[in-house]
């Protein structure tokens, strides 16, 4: 299907000024040739970034090593630009590769000597997160993993395994099995309560729900690009700016040192976020993401939220209309961006939905994510086909 082909109407686009969002669809080409609604797993990226990869280019075509001046500026502004986001000051971000090269570097700061050595997790973690924890098992890390299996987080059980033995908690904002969120207001107080660190992985939710963290006195924060932020293949870490000095990764690089970029040996780390850093890092990814946090930031998170809302409430009611079982939390508190849906043979459907251009993702249900530039036009012919998939 063609978005050409949507049927005549006022393609409503829920709750954003339709101005605004007309000006938003027309940033991505994506948006072209298909009704995109797999923005929980990838996110369209802007027009513009091609004008960085041009640039990018230009500068390999001619090399000059004095370009890597601008490369630091364009990374310390997409970090600063993602600590906005999030509510917090300059320099509490820092950028790399991924996820994953992040949260060991962060669990690498901790000895994990008993009494104080577990680290909380639930079952609804994406596979990052028990598997770094338990390979620090071999330092002293014991694995706490709370949960019933179930779609939904049981916060009650969560707080209950939380005490003096407890070093940090580390949750997921909204689980990628379900969208399924936390109450992290509530989860801060109580982990901080008993003296414990609160560790988020907000992959799934930058982006499209709004996260204060200065507001929140969360800990630390993880997240990337490649989803709700529209970019590619850069991941970040937040940190509490007064819990940054006590904090010392063994896991490091020449570029989290205090003397980094005058090429002489550190005594010392790089102030704030930046003692996170590692080796020499690869600025095209940064560069490339700041078009898409541009964008969105204009817009403003509150607003994507509203109008993210307005959407998946769109799937919900459609889902209750045709029959088809709800796996995501259904009340707007307690839901993400992402509607999950259980129907028959869902990974052969999404492959036949994806062929007519109707395009969401599969893991063990259907994902349904859309994000600020999507309508309810769009919503609706989706859940047509699906409906004609299911009726087959």
């Not at 640039?55 to 490369?71: E, I």
């Not at 003296?195 to 800990?219: H, I, K, M, N």
């Not at 109008?307 to 088809?324: K, N």
């Amino acid at each position: 299907m063609n978005p050409a082909d949507l049927p005549p109407g006022p393609d409503t686009p829920a709750c954003l000024d339709p101005a605004v969002h007309a000006a938003l669809r027309a940033e991505f080409p994506l948006l072209r040739s298909c009704v995109y609604l797999n923005n929980n797993s990838t996110g369209a990226v802007p027009a513009g970034a091609e004008r960085v990869l041009h640039d990018y280019w230009d500068t390999l075509r001619t090399w000059r090593d004095d370009a890597w001046q601008d490369w630091h500026v364009g990374l310390d502004r997409y970090a600063d630009s993602v600590a906005a986001l999030l509510g917090a000051p300059p320099g509490s971000v820092v950028t790399d590769a991924n996820l994953s090269t992040l949260l060991a570097r962060l669990a690498s700061c901790f000895d994990y000597r008993p009494p104080r050595d577990r680290v909380v997790i639930t079952d609804l973690e994406f596979p990052t997160v028990p598997f770094v924890f338990r390979a620090f098992g071999r330092y002293g890390a014991r694995l706490d993993v709370v949960g019933t299996g179930g779609p939904d987080l049981d916060q009650d059980a969560l707080q209950a395994r939380l005490d003096e033995r407890t070093l940090l908690v580390c949750v997921t904002h909204a689980a990628f099995t379900s969208g399924a969120t936390v109450d992290l207001p509530r989860l801060v107080e109580a982990a901080h309560r008993v003296g414990a660190l609160v560790v988020v992985d907000a992959f799934q939710t930058v982006g499209v729900v709004p996260l204060d963290v200065t507001a929140l006195g969360v800990d630390a924060v993880l997240g990337g690009a490649n989803k709700w932020l529209c970019g590619v293949g850069t991941a970040f870490l937040y940190l509490r700016p007064d819990l940054v000095p006590h904090l010392e990764p063994a896991a490091t690089g020449w570029q989290a040192g205090d003397r980094a970029l005058t090429f002489q040996p550190s005594t010392g780390w790089a102030p704030g976020a930046r003692r996170f850093a590692g080796g020499t890092p690869y600025p095209l990814t940064s560069l490339v993401s700041q078009v898409g946090l541009d964008l969105l930031a204009g817009v403003g998170v509150p607003a994507i939220r509203r109008h993210s809302l307005a959407l998946t409430q769109r799937v919900l009611d459609r889902a209750a209309q045709a029959g088809i079982a709800v796996v995501s939390p259904t009340a707007a508190h307690r839901r993400g961006g992402v509607v999950f849906l259980d129907v028959p043979d869902g990974e052969a459907v999404k492959r036949r939905l994806a062929a007519q251009q109707l395009i969401c993702s599969w893991r063990g249900h259907l994902r349904v994510g859309p994000h600020a530039y999507n309508t309810l036009d769009e919503i609706d012919a989706f859940m047509d086909a699906l409906g004609k998939e299911l009726g087959r």
